[in-house]
T-cell receptor, first 115, second 113 residues
Framework: DTAVSQTPKYLVTQMGNDKSIKCEQN?????MYWYKQDSKKFLKIMFS???????INETVPNRFSPKSPDKAHLNLHINSLELGDSAVYFC??????????????FGPGTRLTVL | QKEVEQNSGPLSVPEGAIASLNCTYS??????FFWYRQYSGKSPELIMF????GDKEDGRFTAQLNKASQYVSLLIRDSQPSDSATYLC?????????????FGKGTKLSVIP
């Protein structure tokens, strides 16, 4: 009955590799997000995506690309991994259309370590 | 550039005391304000939200909002060791196509038994 799930929970890889993180939500929400939390615990939005629109945070390198096969899934693909990509990546979802209140539900996170 | 500022702490309070967590934000267009709690190694979870000036109480938690001063706070009464966590302030402002949350860097709270 997990609301927002992510796989894998841990990901250790070498520089230069390409990897993907998967996210699924069973809440029926129509908006999903990817956040990056660095070693200092700063949680920063990377992307938000709903049926209508992908919002790209322009500070995110284009090596990062979100892919949404349907509204319950939002995967994150990362090309040419760099040391600075090491962080915890959180997926979240919310129900758009509730005006200014959109509680976001977070997945358990994926800890990415780039060696 | 939307900014949300929090004192990173750590903030240490004795068990049973009131913990006061503060947050300021830069975007006057911000409409709603959230407090998330994050235990070490876990994901953030929502504990309070507020969108009107004044106080909002939920159990031991009280959120306070002052839009004129661009200030939001969280009070935790009768603090318990289980309240020890990082508290993230988040601000919701209309953005391009979606309402997005901007998070502060969090305040680490330690409740001492």
């Amino acid at each position: 009955d997990t609301a927002v799930s992510q796989t894998p929970k841990y990901l250790v890889t070498q520089m230069g590799n390409d990897k993907s993180i998967k996210c699924e939500q069973n809440l029926g929400h129509d908006t999903m997000y990817w956040y990056k939390q660095d070693s200092k615990k700063f949680l920063k939005i990377m992307f938000s995506y709903n049926n209508k629109e992908l919002i790209i945070n322009e500070t995110v390198p284009n090596r990062f690309s979100p892919k949404s096969p349907d509204k319950a899934h939002l995967n994150l693909h990362i090309n040419s991994l760099e040391l600075g990509d090491s962080a915890v990546y959180f997926c979240a979802s919310s129900q758009e259309g509730l005006a200014f209140y959109n509680e976001q539900f977070f997945g358990p996170g994926t800890r990415l370590t780039v060696l | 550039q939307k900014e949300v500022e929090q004192n990173s702490g750590p903030l240490s309070v004795p068990e049973g005391a009131i913990a006061s967590l503060n947050c300021t934000y830069s975007d006057r267009g911000s409409q709603s304000f959230f407090w998330y709690r994050q235990y070490s190694g876990k994901s953030p979870e929502l504990i309070m939200f507020i969108y009107s000036n004044g106080d909002k109480e939920d159990g031991r938690f009280t959120a306070q909002l002052n839009k004129a001063s661009q200030y939001v706070s969280l009070l935790i009464r009768d603090s318990q060791p289980s309240d020890s966590a990082t508290y993230l302030c988040a601000v919701n402002a209309p953005g391009a196509g979606s309402y997005q949350l901007t998070f502060g860097k969090g305040t680490k709270l330690s409740v001492i038994p």
